[in-house]
């Protein structure tokens, strides 16, 4: 029942955004899941990834469509609630890293528990969540490996949205091709010139 709670919640939230014209990405668990590893459970958040501009529209589609609503950081993250599943609608994730129009263009369809859902593309994601780890969520770290590992990338994007934080992807990296995962040396080395030719972060 919590499973079917979950999608029906997921349902409605997708319905109202889409209908509002409100261009989005999915992130989170679910696209990982798509993407990489099997870790999702019904207890999982559904994460909005949306235009800082467009977050409090996406706040007025879920309530109008019964979603309680608050804006619990006006920085990053407003919050939505039905039937005990949390939405979160993020407008800025670590790293100063935002929705653009290139994301929704390489934003892909992806299918879970039978929903067609617009999904970050891999590339976006492993920078995000290179970018978010830290010691209390040590799962992105994970997730980005499982994306590296099982989906097909285009290397040269993943180069060009690392330059905002090119040593934690770097790091990512390098500990993926440590565990035998087919990064690319063109890539690493990139990432190298970026760093050490310019100074990056």
Request: no cysteine.
């Amino acid at each position: 029942m919590a499973e079917e709670r979950f999608v029906s919640v997921l349902q409605d939230a997708v319905r109202a955004i889409e209908e509002g014209g409100i261009p989005y990405a999915m992130i989170g668990g679910i696209p990982s899941v798509v993407l990489g590893r099997p870790r999702w459970s019904s207890n999982e958040d559904i994460d909005f990834f949306v235009k800082p501009e467009d977050a409090k529209k996406v706040l007025e589609a879920l309530g109008e469509a019964g979603f309680e609503t608050e804006e619990r950081d006006p920085q990053w993250l407003y919050k939505a609630k039905k039937d005990g599943v949390v939405v979160d609608v993020i407008f800025r994730s670590s790293g100063d890293f935002y929705l653009d129009d290139e994301m929704i263009q390489r934003a892909f369809i992806g299918e879970f528990k039978g929903q067609k859902l617009r999904m970050l593309a891999p590339e976006d994601l492993v920078v995000m969540k290179a970018l978010a780890h830290k010691e209390d969520t040590p799962q992105y770290w994970h997730d980005a490996l499982s994306i590296i590992g099982r989906a097909e990338l285009d290397w040269d994007y993943l180069l060009g949205r690392a330059q905002i934080g090119p040593r934690r992807v770097l790091s990512l990296l390098l500990y993926a091709q440590s565990n035998d995962l087919a990064v690319p040396d063109r890539t690493i080395r990139g990432l190298f010139e970026m760093i050490y030719d310019s100074g990056g972060r």
